[in-house]
């Protein structure tokens, strides 16, 4: 029987990017290199490790985000009347060309015995050319549009197969996927590792009738390979009992390692910062403006906090523009004032640049010496702010990820602040609290204290979802905003009226205003999201020949990404093409046109983040949402909920009912969160179950709370207890 002709590793990744993210990525290109100019190559181990894949049981339990039927194959003419819809067909390359109007871009043709189908690459490669010579068996799946020419397909996923070529038997599986990692990677490792790991059940058959869940091995191996007549809804949405399944186990390791890290937390010390002395009092005369009532009460709470022996965990929130950052400075001004160091720590250069110039500026004059320390700063700078903050010269210190970099040592850290929490892996804050642990000993022994620490976020966190996640946490929140915002409108508009959008902006543009554009979201590729915010930069450059028209993304250096933020606020800069560097840390008042490509591929806090670049100065602000439908039923809750409200704390709750809370404990960064398939929302009666049967648990069966955790959590329980 003939069979499907194998693809090279490079056209594999090729036509996975596609099946994903609907532009291929670039194919490897075989060159002779000499031993001198060879770099060392990543291995694949350490590309599994970045999505947190290092034992047999992580890629088991590296569950499908979603599945493509590849099981059957449609006529053209029969897939002419599903139009908007996907299918897969199958047919015989009959034109192969590269067109230059209107654009640069690969059209191929294929027929079967019924009609054809035009298949258009908009970023191709050369390759790709002979790959789909005339004559060629193409098997390709996406969704097919009636197009000027007929029916088309826009970077349609495709395999180069010989006549007869089986298809599969289940439903093919898509993975959360990373950089140098394809789909047919994953599903060969995953495959091997179901063959390995030992699949005996943690509960028992009695414990699994009470509770009403299935059988591990049989949910895991269902999910990994569902039959073609499984329930595709329910698997979609998690609602099928091998997901309940699942859902159950995570939450039931999440309770267990949560109730032991309560008792790990409390028995550390902390210094006591009782004093708000003259550092705090002059810093609040010297304000230009008085705090909000509700600054003043969560103020309160970690002044209180801070006063006693054991470490603050709090979490402080508010929306976009509350004011979050002079209750932080006003923090560390109690721990300056009782002897202590303080450091706050920002996930992106930008934010953290922000931090530093407003806080320094109220402060210095005071006579707090202020440390800068990030990763771009030149060998002898760094050198320098390293050598104040061990010797303790340096009160306040203020950086990115450089921060938790060996060879930062504080002479005397009280008081450690995150903000963005969510945007930094649960190993990162670990690493910053370390820093200032300390041994002590006293009549009772040795022990040890750690600093207090704050965690910001103008991603409001719903209080259940808080209290679950950490039994322990006091949440404050800042629910005012100061007077003076500018009011957003938000209007969602089809991909197809991209062209009156340019228009929009080339008018506000003229106006005087600045604008925004940001490039969609490609979760499976870091690489593809580049090359698409680089193909957007290039098309409004030649679309809008009259503006400066900058880039800015996260592969830039951080002096030419500063470089170009600074042209931006001069104003020397009118349209920003921008990746979601600048969700947050950025803040040009004239700026009052946001464009957000492909909307419905982002988070409800994402766009809110986003959206909150403008409304910053006096000018009337709009925020345009494109999306390419058709929408599924939670892309078109997402945006609903955005042209709707501009609370954050509405749009929170959204959040939390439309997405579940995975990103929330902040692990994402490291491959590890810790809640992936359960929607504390949704799945409430499963919290409460598991919250019961772990309680039991650890008075009655230890061995099964060990069995349990090694299975889900590995070496990451530790990540709970920062």
Avoid at 673 to 696: G, H, I, P, S, Y
Wanted: net charge neutral; hydrophobic share 40%.
């Amino acid at each position: 029987m003939p069979v499907a002709t194998p693809l090279k590793p490079a056209e594999a990744d090729a036509i996975d990017a596609t099946n994903i993210a609907g532009a291929p990525a670039k194919p490897a290109r075989p060159k002779k290199a000499s031993k001198k100019d060879a770099k060392p190559a990543v291995r694949l181990e350490d590309k599994f490790a970045r999505l947190g894949l290092r034992r047999d049981m992580d890629f088991v339990l590296h569950l499908p985000m979603r599945y493509e039927d590849e099981t059957q194959v449609t006529s053209m003419r029969d897939a002419g009347f599903r139009g908007g819809s996907m299918v897969q067909v199958e047919g015989v390359v009959t034109e192969c060309d590269i067109q230059y109007r209107p654009r640069r871009q690969l059209v191929v043709t294929i027929a079967d015995d019924t009609s054809q189908v035009v298949m258009r690459f908009l970023n191709f490669y050369g390759n790709q050319t002979k790959q789909m010579a005339v004559g060629t068996r193409v098997r390709a799946r996406g969704e097919l549009r009636h197009g000027f020419f007929g029916a088309e397909m826009v970077h349609p996923g495709y395999k180069i197969v010989n006549e007869g070529a089986p298809l599969p038997t289940s439903l093919t599986p898509v993975y959360p996927a990373g950089d140098g990692v394809s789909q047919v990677m994953l599903r060969k490792a995953i495959a091997s590792a179901l063959n390995k790991v030992n699949w005996q059940d943690t509960l028992s058959p009695a414990l699994l009738a009470t509770l009403g869940l299935e059988n591990f091995e049989a949910s895991i191996r269902l999910l990994h390979n569902p039959p073609p007549d499984a329930d595709e809804h329910a698997l979609m949405e998690k609602e099928h009992p091998a997901w309940q399944r699942m859902k159950f186990d995570e939450l039931l390791a999440q309770q267990l390692s949560l109730k032991r890290a309560q008792a790990s937390r409390r028995a550390k010390g902390a210094a006591a910062l009782p004093l708000v002395g003259e550092l705090s009092n002059a810093f609040l005369l010297t304000l230009p403006f008085a705090l909000t009532g509700a600054q003043e009460k969560v103020l309160n709470e970690i002044r209180k906090d801070l006063k006693q022996a054991f470490p603050m965990q709090r979490l402080l929130q508010g929306d976009v523009g509350s004011g979050k950052t002079v209750v932080a400075a006003l923090a560390a001004a109690q721990a300056i004032d009782s002897g202590f160091q303080a450091a706050l720590m920002a996930p992106t250069e930008i934010l953290a640049d922000q931090h530093f110039r407003k806080i320094a500026g109220w402060m210095e004059p005071l006579g707090v010496k202020v440390a800068w320390l990030t990763g771009s700063l030149k060998k002898k700078e760094k050198d320098r702010a390293k050598a104040i903050i061990e010797s303790g010269e340096a009160q306040l210190v203020i950086g990115t990820h450089a921060l938790i970099q060996d060879g930062v040592e504080f002479s005397k850290l009280g008081l450690v602040i995150v903000d963005e929490q969510h945007r930094f892996g649960v190993g990162q804050r670990l690493t910053l609290r370390n820093k200032g642990e300390q041994s002590t000993s006293d009549a009772t022994g040795t022990g040890s204290k750690v600093p207090h620490q704050l965690m910001m976020s103008a991603t409001p966190i719903p209080r259940t979802l808080a209290m679950t996640y950490y039994a322990d946490l006091e949440v404050s929140v800042i629910d005012e905003l100061p007077p003076g915002r500018t009011p957003i409108v938000t209007r969602v508009v089809d991909q197809n009226r991209r062209d009156e959008v340019i228009e929009r902006v080339h008018a506000a543009a003229q106006d005087g205003k600045q604008i925004y554009w940001v490039c969609p979201l490609i979760e499976e590729s870091e690489a593809l999201q580049l090359q698409t915010a680089t193909d957007t930069h290039a098309m409004l450059s030649l679309e809008l020949p009259d503006l400066k028209v900058g880039l800015v993304h996260g592969r830039l250096k951080p002096a030419e990404k500063q470089a170009v933020m600074d042209a931006f606020t001069r104003n020397e800069i009118q349209v920003l093409v921008a990746t979601t560097v600048i969700e947050v840390g950025v803040d040009v008042p004239n700026a009052s046109l946001m464009v957000i490509e492909h909307a419905e591929r982002f988070g409800l806090s994402q766009l809110h983040q986003l959206r909150g670049r403008v409304g910053r100065g006096s000018n009337a602000s709009v925020c345009l949402l494109l999306y390419q439908g058709p929408l599924g039923g939670t892309a078109k809750q997402r945006l609903m909920t955005m042209r709707e409200t501009t609370d954050g704390f509405e749009i929170a709750r959204k959040d939390l009912e439309i997405r579940g809370p995975g990103e929330f404990l902040g692990a994402r960064q490291s491959g590890e969160a810790m809640l992936r398939f359960a929607n504390l929302e949704t799945d409430q009666w499963l919290v409460d179950k598991a919250r019961e049967l772990a309680a039991q648990l650890l008075q009655n069966d230890l061995p099964t709370v060990e069995a349990h955790l090694g299975r889900w959590l590995g070496f990451r329980e530790e990540f709970l207890r920062v």
